[in-house]
């Protein structure tokens, strides 16, 4: 088999699960033997991490600098803010409507309720939703905007780089890309062929690492069974649902948005995808997928390479659709969990903290990702803290849905902003 059929065949979607599901039986009749696979995926991920901010930094700064010379860079900038905007409230009006139709947070049965309580407050006796954790909780710490903006400014790259900030890591790379736009082409031209360098040098190495990609997925999921059991995804399996379906439904969307602008037909277009869907669901990390998402949208689908390799790493760090509509699920989840009928004001208050909250995930992950429902519930006055551990214990099936809508939903934000390619 040549390096293109073993290629395709590491990225079919039938493949990816395929391995997802044999990876959860090993771990669920196997745990002992799946436990042992996890270092397997570990080591994988971070192989990855180490690739994705180089190539990041280098996208975006060899981009900004061509586009300065061709021009435009006033206009594409404003249909980028406009675009990310209205992705934003879209996504989140559609997670708020599949929870307000679903419901799953209501008329739970008893056996249920005792799942949670024994989840959350480890009391075999507990029926109610008014679930506590033993002890004294710490005071939840807000977040404003302010601190936001305070955080994702880098003191030091290096160490920003090394922390593997992806937020912090793009605002340089805008700001020194914006800088050394304005640098005549005779000086500048050294450093282009060298951010021109890494940027290919790191995506041969990403490519190559997707080669093992169904042996690693199949020893992550493997990994994860086995220490998370059945328990606490049949006690959130409505949650999980609801989550499922409007993550499916914001899939179809953007997979529509994309098969429209690029002139492709709809056989091509999930072509294209193919590869970003498998890698998302393997790594769950949006900066790994990057390189993939711009070999799809420039090389399958025809959009301009000069506008996608800018637009890619832009709108994986700040426009967060994934998480978007996790957060406003989790919070009207919750809000039904506890009986809290919440009007169109409240509901408005819900999507528009969850965006924040999206913002304010970006180089998050797992616990810290989960964390910021927090966020959401707190201008409800609703008790995130007693619940969070149940989010927790299904997050990564959540997490491999949010990253999977924020790498599909951005590749489609990519597609608007940039102009509609040739017929191909």
Same mark, same amino acid.
């Given at each position: 088999?040549?390096?293109?059929?073993?290629?395709?065949?590491?990225?079919?979607?039938?493949?990816?699960?395929?391995?997802?599901?044999?990876?959860?039986?090993?771990?669920?009749?196997?745990?002992?033997?799946?436990?042992?696979?996890?270092?397997?995926?570990?080591?994988?991920? !971070?192989?990855?991490?180490?690739?994705?901010?180089?190539?990041?930094?280098?996208?975006?700064?060899?981009?900004?600098?061509?586009?300065?010379?061709?021009?435009?860079?006033?206009?594409?900038?404003?249909?980028?803010?406009?675009?990310?905007?209205?992705?934003?409230?879209?996504?989140?009006?559609?997670?708020?409507?599949?929870?307000?139709?679903?419901?799953?947070?209501?008329?739970?049965?008893?056996?249920?309720?005792?799942?949670?309580?024994?989840?959350?407050?480890?009391?075999?006796?507990?029926?109610?939703?008014?679930?506590?954790?033993?002890?004294?909780?710490?005071?939840?710490?807000?977040?404003?905007?302010?601190?936001?903006?305070?955080? *994702?400014?880098?003191?030091? *790259?290096?160490?920003?780089?090394?922390?593997?900030?992806?937020?912090?890591?793009?605002?340089?790379?805008?700001?020194?890309?914006?800088?050394?736009?304005?640098?005549?082409?005779?000086?500048?031209?050294?450093?282009?062929?060298?951010?021109?360098?890494?940027?290919?040098?790191?995506?041969?190495?990403?490519?190559?690492?997707?080669?093992?990609?169904?042996?690693?997925?199949?020893?992550?999921?493997?990994?994860?069974?086995?220490?998370?059991? #059945?328990?606490?995804?049949?006690?959130?399996?409505?949650?999980?649902?609801?989550?499922?379906?409007?993550?499916?439904?914001?899939?179809?969307?953007?997979?529509?948005?994309?098969?429209?602008?690029?002139?492709?037909?709809?056989?091509?277009?999930?072509?294209?995808?193919?590869?970003?869907?498998?890698?998302?669901?393997?790594?769950?990390?949006?900066?790994?997928?990057?390189?993939?998402?711009?070999?799809?949208?420039? !090389?399958?689908?025809?959009?301009?390479?000069?506008?996608?390799?800018?637009?890619?790493?832009?709108?994986?760090?700040?426009?967060?659709?994934?998480?978007?509509?996790?957060?406003?699920?989790?919070?009207?989840?919750?809000?039904?969990?506890?009986?809290?009928?919440?009007?169109?004001?409240?509901?408005?208050?819900?999507?528009?903290?969850?965006?924040?909250?999206?913002?304010?995930?970006?180089?998050?992950?797992?616990?810290?990702?989960?964390?910021?429902?927090?966020?959401?519930?707190?201008? #409800?006055?609703?008790?995130?803290?007693?619940?969070?551990?149940?989010?927790?214990?299904?997050?990564?099936?959540? !997490?491999?849905?949010?990253?999977?809508?924020?790498?599909?939903?951005?590749?489609?934000?990519?597609?608007?902003?940039?102009?509609?390619?040739?017929?191909?």
């Amino acid at each position: 088999m040549d390096s293109k059929k073993l290629y395709a065949l590491a990225l079919n979607p039938w493949v990816v699960v395929s391995m997802l599901a044999a990876g959860f039986a090993l771990g669920l009749y196997q745990p002992g033997v799946a436990r042992n696979l996890g270092i397997v995926g570990d080591v994988y991920v !971070d192989m990855l991490k180490m690739i994705a901010l180089p190539f990041m930094v280098s996208a975006v700064i060899f981009s900004l600098q061509r586009l300065f010379r061709e021009g435009g860079a006033g206009s594409l900038l404003a249909r980028v803010g406009a675009v990310f905007v209205v992705f934003s409230i879209v996504v989140a009006a559609l997670g708020a409507a599949t929870l307000l139709v679903i419901r799953p947070g209501e008329d739970l049965s008893v056996q249920t309720r005792q799942t949670f309580g024994k989840i959350v407050g480890n009391d075999l006796n507990s029926s109610d939703t008014v679930m506590s954790l033993q002890g004294i909780d710490a005071p939840a710490k807000s977040v404003n905007f302010a601190d936001v903006l305070v955080s *994702i400014v880098p003191s030091n *790259i290096f160490a920003a780089l090394a922390g593997g900030e992806t937020l912090k890591a793009l605002v340089f790379a805008l700001m020194f890309g914006f800088a050394v736009g304005q640098v005549p082409s005779r000086i500048a031209d050294g450093l282009t062929y060298s951010l021109e360098t890494i940027y290919h040098a790191c995506q041969t190495l990403m490519r190559w690492l997707n080669y093992p990609l169904p042996i690693i997925l199949l020893c992550m999921s493997a990994s994860q069974m086995a220490k998370t059991g #059945l328990g606490p995804l049949q006690a959130m399996a409505q949650f999980v649902l609801a989550f499922a379906v409007a993550s499916l439904l914001a899939l179809a969307l953007a997979t529509l948005i994309i098969w429209k602008r690029s002139n492709a037909s709809l056989g091509q277009t999930l072509g294209a995808l193919r590869g970003p869907f498998a890698l998302a669901l393997a790594t769950r990390s949006s900066a790994t997928c990057m390189p993939i998402m711009i070999e799809g949208l420039v !090389d399958r689908l025809g959009f301009a390479r000069s506008r996608v390799e800018l637009l890619v790493p832009l709108s994986v760090s700040l426009l967060r659709v994934g998480p978007v509509i996790y957060y406003v699920a989790a919070t009207l989840f919750i809000a039904q969990l506890y009986g809290r009928v919440l009007g169109p004001s409240e509901l408005a208050i819900v999507m528009a903290a969850s965006i924040l909250a999206g913002f304010a995930s970006a180089g998050m992950t797992g616990l810290l990702t989960v964390s910021l429902v927090g966020l959401t519930c707190s201008y #409800l006055g609703l008790p995130f803290e007693a619940a969070f551990i149940l989010f927790l214990a299904v997050d990564p099936i959540c !997490d491999m849905l949010r990253t999977l809508v924020l790498v599909i939903g951005n590749s489609a934000a990519v597609s608007v902003v940039c102009a509609k390619p040739l017929k191909i």
